[in-house]
């Protein structure tokens, strides 16, 4: 898609405002591992306001399909694949208290030391997967 | 008030995955594929999401949430093991489907099996975390 920096700009603002309304709304960070953990292991309060903030992270997209705008989210076939990723996502992003949202966009923008050392981890992590999957895998 | 505010902040998430075409698990991985053909849009996404709530942050000052209560106080910022160990797996795991927590959830609205197994594979490993905590601790202690 041509002018893709202009959409991933404005779709990152858009991120970076429904953060903002629910810090200065409810006082919570939108972490999304932290949101959806918490209700996993029943170690989060706010169980309610959270079903509505998981209503409209899904609501939202579902809409924009609806409407004609879809997107392909390609993501791979190889079942041991992706029920090995989401291990490693789930038990991750747990372990390490927060994810691209939490620590990247949350963390980064309150100059967090924290985030910004769990940023620079899972990024090069990510990179290496990347590289050994595409080089040694080839998918 | 505590539920509206929410489901309005998850949908200018939700929203912004999409337009962003970060729910495009291929865009995810074209950006940490730096030995290959890179793409730089995640960048623009994180920089364009930090911006309101940097914004967002310095609004903190001398307030308290719209809905009551307080805002989080700044966490101790100690950088221990699991930070480090989670963020490398979770990093691992990113790379390897190109979905992490938001998206995944997004991708439910998008039909498909894979966002779904991916999803569940990640639902039951955050249940493991407590009780794996627990066991490492323990082994931790005796050591």
Redesign the interface.
């Given at each position: 898609?041509e002018m893709?920096?202009?959409?991933?700009?404005?779709?990152?603002?858009?991120?970076?405002?429904?953060?903002?309304?629910?810090?200065?709304?409810?006082?919570?960070?939108?972490g999304?591992?932290g949101l959806?953990?918490g209700l996993?292991?029943g170690?989060g309060s706010?169980r309610?306001?959270?079903l509505?903030?998981?209503?409209?992270?899904?609501?939202?997209?579902?809409l924009?399909?609806l409407g004609g705008?879809?997107?392909?989210?390609?993501?791979?076939?190889q079942?041991w694949?992706?029920?090995?990723?989401?291990?490693?996502?789930?038990?991750?992003?747990?372990?390490?208290?927060g994810?691209?949202?939490g620590?990247?966009?949350?963390g980064?923008?309150?100059f967090?030391?924290?985030g910004l050392?769990?940023?620079l981890?899972?990024?090069?992590?990510?990179?290496?997967?990347?590289?050994v999957?595409?080089i040694g895998v080839g998918l | 008030m505590r539920a509206v505010l929410s489901l309005i902040s998850g949908a200018l998430f939700g929203a912004g995955l999409h337009v962003s075409g970060m729910a495009d698990t291929s865009r995810v991985r074209g950006f940490l594929d730096i030995a290959g053909q890179w793409d730089p849009t995640l960048a623009f996404v994180i920089g364009g999401a930090i911006l309101p709530m940097m914004l967002a942050w310095r609004m903190t000052r001398g307030r308290a949430p719209l809905a009551g209560g307080s805002f989080p106080a700044r966490p101790a910022q100690t950088l221990d093991r699991p930070l480090v160990f989670g963020s490398i797996l979770f990093g691992i795991g990113w790379g390897l489907v190109g979905l992490c927590p938001g998206p995944a959830i997004a991708s439910i609205s998008y039909g498909g099996w894979q966002g779904a197994v991916f999803l569940l594979a990640m639902l039951a490993g955050m249940w493991a975390v407590p009780p794996l905590r627990r066991m490492l601790d323990r082994q931790t202690s005796h050591a």
């Open positions: 898609m893709a920096w202009l959409y991933g700009l404005l779709g990152g603002l858009l991120i970076g405002t429904g953060g903002a309304v629910l810090l200065l709304g409810t006082g919570r960070i939108m999304a591992s959806i953990g996993v292991d170690t706010d309610g306001p959270t509505a903030f998981l209503t409209g992270l899904i609501g939202a997209p579902a924009f399909s705008w879809a997107v392909n989210t390609q993501a791979t076939s079942l694949l992706l029920i090995l990723a989401g291990l490693c996502v789930g038990i991750g992003t747990r372990f390490a208290n994810c691209t949202s620590h990247g966009v949350c980064l923008s309150r967090s030391l924290r050392v769990a940023t981890f899972y990024i090069g992590a990510g990179v290496v997967a990347v590289s999957v595409r | -």
